[in-house]
């Protein structure tokens, strides 16, 4: 009874401890206006993410940006893991993500301050009001994101978060674009046993049926982007994996047999979005899978929950080539058919269901839409 006592006393003390009330109930410590953190006094908040939360500060007489992870040793571990694949890529492509200014340990917590930008790219999306940009200006943006991807392909490196809130620029600057946040950084080494993280409106399809993936994850993300950046909209705007999926298949028709099926029968893992196909299911559902975009004699239906996932209609059949195009753009000077053409090309090849025939780095930056001027 005593040492049941002692212990819940221990416990009670930790729990109570100064360093206990600096954690809020998520687990991330608490920081308020003008703490200073190692010479950075914090000017407010601006995200917050798996591994911490980043801050705006100030440092020598500078605005920076000032990443401080939670105080949980795997948390900590994580950033620190970021800091040295940010560090990596900025040594050996020093124009491809922002400068790292200072990194240090604060009690049990890891921080690291770099270059603070005025915007991320889908604020500056925002600043076009709906027009979107222009495909002069996507393609060279393309040719950004495909020397990205070289870039991490020659590091044996896959971001495996690639979104508009991880690239920053001056405002209204794109050729100051840079990309940011490691923290989900997969090497190649770590891809048999890494799980992918990544952000759901650019998660592949590969990664979403639970599939294997490699770096090609990195070049779906970036043509998701490039397509968002053109039309204003969102290719895929999805709240779960199922909805992820019927848009997909709205889009692009029904995935290779083989990513569903193995000897006659539904993979394991991709049970919760396909089942063999039944007449008494297509009776039930042959509104909702035709709207979607299956036919009766598909090699496999929806389940019944991934049918009913975010049932709105109007989101599906949307074909990539009738999507992509921006009537605000389209005939004026470099928005003509044979740009459309090209940047449907494009699309086509890195929007698509099979990785293996998925375009890398080098083959976006060989396309007929980078090479033309």
Same mark, same amino acid.
């Given at each position: 009874?005593?040492? &049941?006592?002692? =212990?819940?006393?221990?416990?009670?003390?930790?729990?109570? *401890? #100064?360093?206990?009330? /600096?954690?809020?109930?998520?687990?991330?410590?608490?920081?308020?206006?003008?703490?200073?953190?190692?010479?950075?006094?914090?000017?407010?908040?601006?995200?917050?993410?798996?591994?911490?939360?980043?801050?705006?500060?100030?440092?020598?007489?500078?605005?920076?940006?000032?990443?401080?992870?939670?105080?949980?040793?795997?948390?900590?571990?994580?950033?620190?893991?970021?800091?040295?694949?940010?560090?990596?890529?900025?040594?050996?492509?020093?124009?491809?993500?922002?400068?790292?200014?200072?990194?240090?340990?604060?009690?049990?917590?890891?921080?690291?301050?770099?270059?603070?930008?005025?915007?991320?790219?889908?604020?500056?999306?925002?600043?076009?009001?709906?027009?979107?940009?222009?495909?002069?200006?996507?393609?060279?943006?393309?040719?950004?994101?495909? &020397?990205?991807? =070289?870039?991490?392909?020659?590091?044996?490196?896959?971001? *495996? #978060?690639?979104?508009? /809130?991880?690239?920053?620029?001056?405002?209204?600057?794109l050729n100051t674009l840079k990309l940011i946040d490691f923290g989900s950084v997969i090497t190649s080494e770590?891809?048999?046993?890494?799980?992918?993280?990544?952000?759901?409106?650019?998660?592949?399809?590969?990664?979403?049926?639970?599939?294997?993936?490699?770096?090609?994850?990195?070049?779906?993300?970036?043509?998701?982007?490039?397509?968002?950046?053109?039309?204003?909209?969102?290719?895929?705007?999805?709240?779960?994996?199922?909805?992820?999926?019927?848009?997909?298949?709205?889009?692009?028709?029904?995935?290779?047999?083989?990513?569903?099926?193995?000897?006659?029968?539904?993979?394991?893992?991709?049970?919760?979005?396909?089942?063999?196909?039944?007449?008494?299911?297509?009776?039930?559902?042959?509104?909702?899978? &035709?709207?979607?975009?299956?036919?009766?004699?598909?090699?496999?239906?929806?389940?019944?929950?991934c049918i009913k996932s975010e049932q709105h209609m109007n989101k599906y059949n949307k074909k990539l080539n009738?999507?992509?195009?921006?009537?605000?753009?389209?005939?004026?000077?470099?928005?003509?058919?044979?740009?459309?053409?090209?940047?449907?090309?494009?699309?086509?090849?890195?929007?698509?269901?099979?990785?293996?025939?998925?375009?890398?780095?080098?083959?976006?930056?060989?396309?007929?839409?980078?090479?033309?001027?």
């Amino acid at each position: 009874l005593m040492l &049941t006592l002692n =212990i819940q006393n221990l416990y009670d003390q930790t729990k109570n *401890s #100064d360093s206990a009330k /600096q954690v809020d109930e998520n687990g991330y410590y608490i920081i308020t206006k003008q703490t200073e953190l190692n010479s950075h006094t914090i000017l407010n908040e601006i995200a917050v993410g798996g591994f911490g939360k980043l801050y705006m500060a100030l440092w020598q007489k500078q605005k920076v940006a000032l990443k401080v992870s939670r105080p949980q040793i795997a948390h900590v571990n994580q950033m620190k893991k970021e800091l040295f694949h940010h560090q990596q890529i900025q040594k050996a492509y020093p124009d491809m993500t922002v400068a790292v200014l200072d990194s240090f340990e604060h009690e049990n917590l890891f921080c690291f301050s770099m270059e603070l930008y005025d915007l991320n790219l889908s604020s500056q999306r925002k600043l076009t009001q709906g027009a979107g940009f222009s495909l002069p200006t996507i393609r060279r943006m393309t040719r950004k994101f495909a &020397t990205w991807l =070289i870039n991490l392909e020659s590091l044996n490196l896959i971001h *495996s #978060d690639i979104k508009p /809130q991880n690239m920053v620029l001056i405002e209204n600057d794109l050729n100051t674009l840079k990309l940011i946040d490691f923290g989900s950084v997969i090497t190649s080494e770590e891809l048999a046993q890494q799980d992918f993280v990544g952000t759901l409106f650019y998660r592949p399809p590969e990664v979403n049926l639970e599939l294997q993936f490699d770096s090609k994850v990195d070049a779906w993300s970036i043509g998701v982007i490039l397509l968002e950046m053109h039309i204003f909209n969102y290719a895929f705007p999805a709240k779960s994996p199922q909805t992820l999926l019927k848009l997909q298949i709205s889009m692009m028709g029904m995935p290779p047999k083989q990513m569903v099926m193995v000897d006659g029968e539904i993979r394991q893992q991709v049970r919760k979005f396909f089942q063999l196909p039944t007449e008494e299911h297509w009776n039930k559902y042959s509104e909702q899978l &035709t709207m979607i975009g299956l036919q009766k004699d598909s090699y496999a239906y929806l389940t019944e929950e991934c049918i009913k996932s975010e049932q709105h209609m109007n989101k599906y059949n949307k074909k990539l080539n009738l999507m992509m195009v921006n009537r605000h753009w389209i005939q004026k000077n470099g928005n003509n058919e044979k740009d459309y053409e090209q940047f449907f090309e494009l699309l086509q090849n890195v929007i698509t269901w099979d990785k293996d025939k998925r375009w890398s780095g080098k083959q976006i930056m060989e396309s007929r839409f980078c090479q033309c001027e």
